[in-house]
């Protein structure tokens, strides 16, 4: 054995309860997150904005890593909970509070002072390509495939604030090609628009997010946190005209009418 060669990384230890709806495990200063479902219910959504709270009292986690149990990364917002919420209060209030829950995890995603990652593969679609828009740093495997395809289904593209991330990362003319059309794009396309800053195999897409989180493990926590809230601050000064507190009054309007026509 080369007496000079690092240790092997130890394994990340599980520290939430099987019970709850997200796997959380950490490893250092690392904190590994799994979405379990397909679609983002109101209960993953309230698990996600419960631990990013809690981040604030963990100045010991740096990054969080977003990922996966599924085939899929998301396969978008749950729509069937928002038709049942429709049935059992007609007003619109409770699908609109389940709404307003993903501009709430959004804006904590994007302000909380941990560098975060999203790993992507399968299919990342709506309301998950959103969550993933909001990470600061995107991985994905080859085999990822992109989608909004809210105008599809007869609704606006209103979840989390996403379309004002979206523009922001990656540019007006391309999102607005892509809103409107629902086109399918690959990884490579997605690399190219830079809603992904790195693409590689699925068994080596771990390897590429470990590539990020070492070296980022030893930069200054202060330096991490100041740049980030910097970055951020810039970002958002290019959404002056940000309408995102809206979302979720635009999706409960449309929902609405659907079930009323129907």
């Known amino acids: 054995m080369n007496p000079t060669a690092p240790a092997p990384a130890a394994p990340p230890v599980p520290a939430i309860s099987p019970n709850k709806p997200i796997a959380v495990a950490q490893n250092g200063p690392v904190l590994h997150v799994e979405l379990p479902d397909d679609t983002l219910g109101a209960a993953v959504l309230d698990e996600l904005i419960a631990l990013l709270d809690d981040l604030h009292e963990r100045p010991d986690i740096r990054i969080l890593v977003l990922s996966s149990m599924g085939d899929d990364f998301c396969l978008g917002a749950d729509r069937l909970e928002y038709q049942d919420a429709l049935a059992a209060d007609p007003t619109g209030a409770t699908t609109r509070r389940i709404a307003d829950k993903a501009h709430r995890l959004c804006q904590a995603l994007e ?18 390509l959103a969550l993933a828009a909001y990470c600061d740093l995107r991985a994905g495997s080859d085999t990822c495939r992109f989608r909004m395809p809210e105008v599809g289904v007869g609704l606006a593209p209103a979840w989390g604030g996403g379309m004002g991330r979206l523009i922001s990362e990656v540019g007006v003319a391309r999102i607005r090609e892509l809103m409107l059309t629902c086109e399918v794009f690959d990884a490579d396309t997605a690399h190219r628009l830079g809603l992904l800053h790195k693409v590689a195999p699925l068994d080596r897409l ?10 980022l493990t030893r ?44």
């Not at 790993?119 to 309301?127: D, F, I, Q, S």
């Open 206 to 215: 771990d390897d590429t997010i470990a590539a990020w989180t070492r070296p």
């Open 111 to 128: 302000n909380t002072h941990a560098v975060t990652v999203a790993r992507l593969h399968g299919k990342v679609v709506g309301a998950g």
């Open 219 to 262: 930069r200054s926590p202060e330096a991490l946190v100041l740049t980030k809230r910097m970055l951020t601050g810039y970002a958002k000064a290019a959404r002056t005209a940000d309408i995102a507190l809206l979302d979720s009054h635009l999706l409960t309007a449309q929902l609405t009418a659907h079930r009323s026509r129907d």
